[in-house]
């Protein structure tokens, strides 16, 4: 029978699961204990036991529970019924004591004891509230010291998403004080549904065995509980996991729902979604993105007398567009001026099936009207605003935004018509290449050569020089971030012990030129002048795109300068705390009469940082049979092979070759040093402010993008593979990872750890 009065209740006893008095954390362990968990084996010394103990020879108390726990040394740790609470977890608010010696246990509990009346507790407790923590009863847990293998923290539902379905695990090797203290971050790991996959870190602490066996304890640890939870474990030196604490998470978000903004198809990658890796800051999206749209459409209208208005719309925060439903494009056509249909054929139809016809009629005007007027015009608002931006006041300031934005949105119709048609006379040359050259040329190639040839080299160092940086290059349209011209230091640091890539050879020109004669040597007649003219548009306009790419933010700096100065003056009227708080407000704020937009300012970045880690989808809705089935065309037309290895990362074939290397996950302007020479650059997406560090690396991937992307375009120019657009390789990758990747195939290949690269990562 069961002795209901023992003074020092082990795990798993009763009396050891009374939250009551034994805490929380003890009595969660108890509990878990007495359901058959692997917990190690303790004791609980409540408040009351410890009094009636003094008068016992407490020492030796001690030393009889802790030979019934078993062998030393022991963890010594809080358990207060107010700590791990859903609404209050006190996490680190208490001392802990680690390997403590059996005649060290006596110190230890009243050290433990005599923490609870510590400031940081106290000012914890009035943080969250009366009541909630004050005068609850405080209890000290001692367990058998765990010699683990691997140690960490796994949250049952994803604390940043709040989706029930996945379970997240940080680990590190040896005990987890680093971790929990947040001296470490730790390696990462996502399981869901059983299929574990680490999102940071190289130190390889886990396979993927031991996640999914970790992850499958800590959701069964949840089930007994009947909410998610936050759970320390360790892994022993025989694999088996153990829990050394669980408890209810805190501040759990709702699950976010990818759901599009309105019927029909929603894409992230679309127009300006190229231009947004990130979710975007309030005022941009509040607007400075309105007014672009507006003009946009304008320019439209004037050029082909027909208005095609496309929605958007954020969906947490990410920015989306809807793209006109093919069904609907008869009744705006025909709505509109009597030249609407045949400029709209020959703009947007007829470059992929006839681009000598598109160029004739309609596309090389638009590039002449965008050199001659639309390029100069915006030069010199830019030049002309610039200087008078410190003077002005908040209403020039804002007018001045207003036409920057404009003029944006003006330019990116010419870029999207013109530049625009590059993918589309590309595709046009790939059937070409697929029909009348793929097989000759693979049968007349030197061994080991036909994986390095492909149509794409054709379109590979075209510039006289290589892609150059310039001031106004940015990482993000949204003008929250940097341009070039103000990021600080050099983007890529050569290394000791990182040599330099070494250069493509032959180099990108000398390919395309070598492939280009082999072309020729296999025409004849029609078919070699269909060739020469295919070829001569799609370089053209994929030069074309690149160039107007270049310029399309020349107005970011006047219009980082116009925020800063919009937000001074907020900032001087007590509007806001600082004048950076002005990217985080809406239209309506910007006025020297507003009210105190503090809370509002930070309810917007708050919310802003926590979607910045969101892995948002490509696409919501369905897409129309048309738009879709293109774009798998597209990418299946450069593709070298439709016989694609199990597990490989597959996206759009951007840029020809093959490289090996060790993945670097850049996020962002603020880690462009960290990158060295020789590796493979992951990112969600590329702008001109990335090409620097197309000079170092040996291959680039992206979420995003297309065969006409920024990505794709540079890649090529600088002879380096490219596989863009596979949706979630930031999420999948991870730095130090070794992969090959396969710019023809359009797929990234994990290699297996044994293959790792030696080398520190910084």
């Known amino acids: 029978m069961v002795n209901e009065d023992i003074l020092f209740p082990p795990l798993g006893h009763p009396a050891a699961s009374a939250r009551e008095t034994a805490g929380s954390k ?49 963890a010594v740790r809080s358990s207060a019924a107010a700590e791990d609470l859903s609404g209050a977890s006190f996490a680190g608010m208490y001392e802990s004591y680690l390997n403590v010696a059996p005649d060290g246990l006596a110190a230890a509990v009243d050290h433990c004891f005599a923490s609870a009346g510590a400031g940081r507790v106290r000012a914890y407790e009035a943080s969250i509230g009366p009541g909630t923590g004050e005068g609850a009863a405080m209890a000290v847990l001692v367990q058998q010291m765990v010699d683990p293998v691997a140690a960490g923290v796994a949250f049952t539902a994803n604390p940043l998403t709040g989706e029930r379905t996945e379970t997240v695990i940080s680990a590190v090797q040896g005990l987890a004080e680093a971790l929990v203290s947040g001296v470490e971050t730790g390696e990462e790991w996502v399981v869901r549904e059983g299929r574990s ?43 088996k996991v153990q829990i050394l604490q669980a408890r209810p998470m805190t501040a759990l978000p709702e699950p976010v729902r990818w759901e599009p903004p309105g019927k029909g198809a929603w894409l992230r990658n679309f127009r300006l979604g190229e231009w947004l890796p990130e979710p975007v800051t309030p005022l941009f999206m509040d607007w400075v993105i309105p007014r672009m749209d507006a003009a946009y459409n304008e320019a439209v209208f004037a050029s082909a007398g027909i208005s095609v208005e496309m929605g958007h719309g954020q969906v947490n925060g990410w920015y989306y567009v809807s793209p006109p439903n093919p069904k609907a494009l008869p009744h705006l056509l025909f709505g509109g001026e009597p030249r609407s249909v045949p400029y709209f054929f020959n703009s947007v139809v007829r470059p992929m099936v006839d681009p000598a016809g598109a160029d004739r009629t309609v596309l090389r005007a638009l590039e002449h009207e965008w ?50 048609a590059a993918w589309k006379m590309e595709l046009v040359l790939a059937r070409f290449w697929r029909r009348h050259l793929a097989v000759a040329l693979a049968g007349h190639a030197t061994p080991g050569a036909q994986e ?3 149509y794409q080299t054709l379109l590979g160092g075209l510039a006289p020089a290589l892609p150059a940086g310039v001031p106004h290059a940015v990482y993000s349209i949204d003008w929250y971030h940097r341009t070039a011209g103000e990021q600080p230091g050099e983007p890529v640091q050569a290394r000791e012990g990182n040599p330099p890539r070494h250069a493509p050879t032959p180099s990108a020109a000398e390919r395309r030129r070598a492939a280009e004669a082999s072309c020729r ?15 001569g548009l799609a370089q053209h306009y994929a030069l074309l ?24 003056r907020l900032h001087d009227q007590g509007i806001i705390q600082a004048p950076g708080d002005v990217y985080f407000l809406t239209f309506d704020a910007l006025r020297l009469n507003a009210p105190p937009q503090h809370k509002n300012v930070d309810r917007r970045r708050t919310e802003w940082q926590r979607q910045r880690k969101l892995a948002a989808p490509l696409s919501l809705g369905k897409l129309p049979p048309l738009l879709g089935n293109m ?18 990362l597959v996206g759009h074939p951007a840029s020809p ?22 590796e493979i650059l992951v990112a969600k997406a590329t702008a001109p402010a990335w090409t620097p560090l197309f000079a170092a690396a040996a291959a680039v991937v992206t979420d995003g993008g297309n065969l006409a992307a920024h990505a794709s375009l540079v890649a090529r120019e600088y002879g380096i593979p490219a596989v863009v657009g596979t949706g979630n390789a930031t999420q999948i990758l991870h730095t130090g990872q070794l992969v090959t990747v396969d710019g023809n195939a359009g797929i990234v290949e994990l290699q297996s750890p044994a293959m790792s690269l030696p080398g520190p990562l910084v």
């Open 26 to 74: 003890a009595a969660a362990l108890s509990a878990l204990s007495a359901a058959g968990f692997r917990v190690p084996a303790g004791f609980v010394v409540t408040e009351a036991a410890l009094a009636a103990a003094e008068a016992r020879h407490l020492d030796a108390e001690f030393q009889a529970a802790a030979a019934a726990a078993g062998p030393g040394p022991y």
């Open 197 to 239: 996959v680490r999102v940071r870190g190289a130190s390889r602490v886990l396979s993927a065995e031991s996640a999914t066996a970790v992850a499958t304890c800590a959701r069964q640890v949840a089930g007994h509980f009947g909410c998610p939870q936050d759970i320390e474990w360790a892994l022993d030196p025989t694999g």
């Open 371 to 420: 050199r001659t007027e639309c390029l100069p015009s915006y030069r010199t608002l830019v030049d002309t605003s610039l200087d008078a931006a410190g003077t002005a006041t908040l209403p020039e300031l804002i007018e001045t935004v207003e036409q920057v934005a404009r003029k944006a949105g003006e330019y990116l119709w010419f870029f999207a018509a013109t530049g625009g």
């Open 452 to 454: 390095a040839i492909g």
């Open 521 to 535: 040597a296999l025409l004849k007649g029609g078919r070699l002048k269909r060739f020469e003219s295919l070829l």
């Open 545 to 568: 795109r690149e160039e107007q790419a270049k310029d399309f933010t020349l107005g970011w700096p006047l219009l980082r300068r116009c925020a800063a100065e919009i937000g001074a």
């Open 631 to 648: 774009f798998d065309r597209i990418a299946n037309s450069a593709r070298s092979t439709g016989n694609l290895p199990a597990g490989a």
């Open 657 to 678: 070759g093959r490289a090996q290397g060790r993945v670097r996950v850049v996020d962002g302007p603020e880690e462009f040093s960290r990158f060295l020479p020789g």
